[in-house]
Every structure is written in structure tokens, then in C-alpha cells.
């Protein structure tokens, strides 16, 4: 199976705030990202943590980190409907190797 | 800042053809480079860590006589799909790494459908 896992699809209404969990594997990775891609495009760096944090906020993105249970989150404060994508979370591994997972589809509306 | 270009964005092709895919860092150096593959409502797959001056390294499962990759300079690495096949239909991703940035996160292309008819 997939080392990083993520729920496949999130829907939200405008103005609330979207949540997209993950979990990852390998205890001794000690970077995790986020990345956004929208239809046709490739990915676009949203926000990183470093592994001995437990939070991490930038502007209307917060990430937080359960390292013991191996578990990242974004929330998206304020969700607009350009935040309408696909959301992956990544762990980076030996040599900066990057494992995502399948990806978390949230579709926002009105 | 860390900006990546991938050209073409699109292409068709007949079966047989190759088809070369060019990543390039526009405000950065970039040791490292990596190239993706995406099928469709997936996750990427990593096919190669492409490295400048040396051999690219390739995933296993990932025929390297097929994917040829070239790191060229710090700036430019390229990706050819040789005779390439209706089942090489994907899209294709690039990403890079800031040099000496083992620890600096990849900043990725804006990915190359292609399309083998």
C-alpha cells in the first residue's frame, strides 16, 4: 500500500473552513509538504513543515503535526472557490525523494 | 521566486515518434531535477532523479533506454520518450531543487501532456 494516505474528496461551502488530513508512514522523515494542483497544472508549493514542529501558520493556511501518530493536516481558513483543487501531501524521504499520496480533491461551493 | 518552465505544455504525436520534454529552473540553479508521470485522478509516480553532470537514477519498473534523460546544466534537464506508444500517453511532470538544498523543497513545472496517437 501507499506509505502516505489521504481521504480522496472534501467538500466544502464558501467561507467555511476545509480540513484535509493525512498520514504518513516513515518516522524519520523530517520535512512534510503540501501541494496544490489545479486541472491541467502542476503543482504549486502551498506551505512545508519541518519535523520538530508541531504548527505551522501562513496566512489562511494552517498546518498542523501529530508526529507520534504520524499525522499532517491543512486547514484552509475562509475557503474561497479558487481553492477548488487537488491537494497533496508529501513526505520526503532519503536524498530528498518526495512519496505524495493520491490526493485530496475538495470542491468548494457556493 | 523558484520558478520552472516545461516546454511543451501539450503535444500529439504519431506512434513511433520521440518526443523530447525540457525542464527548466528560471531564477535558480538546480543540481537536482526530477521527472513525474500522472495518469489520470492520480497520484505522480517518480520515474528519475535527473542529476547534472552524472547518470540520471531511475525508479524501478522505469525502462531507462525508453525515458532517456539528460541534466545538462544547472538550469535544464530533458526528458525523451523514445518511440513512443498510445500506452506512453500521460502527463509529465518536472520538478527541481535549489542546489545544495538537499533539505529545499521542489518546485514544480506546469507538466507536458502528451498524447501518441
Known amino acids: 500500500g501507499e506509505d502516505v494516505e489521504q481521504s480522496l474528496f472534501l467538500s466544502v461551502r464558501e467561507g467555511d473552513s476545509s480540513v484535509i488530513n493525512c498520514t504518513y508512514t516513515d518516522s524519520s522523515s523530517t520535512y512534510l509538504y503540501w501541494y496544490k494542483q489545479e486541472p491541467g497544472a502542476g503543482l504549486q508549493l502551498l506551505t512545508y513543515?519541518?519535523?520538530?514542529?508541531d504548527m505551522k501558520q501562513d496566512q489562511r493556511l494552517t498546518v498542523l503535526l501529530n508526529k507520534k501518530d504520524k499525522h499532517l493536516s491543512l486547514r484552509i481558513a475562509d475557503t474561497q472557490t479558487g481553492d477548488s483543487a487537488i491537494y497533496f501531501c508529501a513526505e520526503r524521504e532519503s536524498w530528498g525523494k518526495l512519496q505524495f499520496g493520491a490526493g485530496t480533491q475538495v470542491v468548494v461551493t457556493p | 521566486g523558484a520558478v520552472v518552465s516545461q516546454h511543451p505544455s501539450w503535444v500529439i504525436c504519431k506512434s513511433g515518434t520521440s518526443v523530447k520534454i525540457e525542464c527548466r529552473s528560471l531564477?535558480?540553479?538546480?543540481?537536482?531535477m526530477f521527472w513525474y508521470r500522472q495518469f489520470p485522478k492520480q497520484s505522480l509516480m517518480l520515474m528519475a532523479t535527473s542529476n547534472e553532470g552524472s547518470k540520471a537514477t531511475y525508479e524501478q519498473g522505469v525502462e531507462k533506454d525508453k525515458f532517456l534523460i539528460n541534466h545538462a546544466s544547472l538550469t535544464l534537464s530533458t526528458l525523451t520518450v523514445t518511440s513512443a506508444h498510445p500506452e506512453d500517453s500521460s502527463f509529465y511532470i518536472c520538478?527541481?531543487?535549489?542546489?545544495?538544498?538537499?533539505?529545499?523543497?521542489?518546485?514544480f513545472g506546469d507538466g507536458t501532456r502528451l498524447s501518441i496517437l
Open positions: 520538478s527541481a531543487r535549489l542546489r545544495q538544498g538537499v533539505n529545499q523543497p521542489q518546485h
Open positions: 513543515i519541518f519535523s520538530n514542529m
Open positions: 531564477d535558480f540553479q538546480a543540481t537536482t
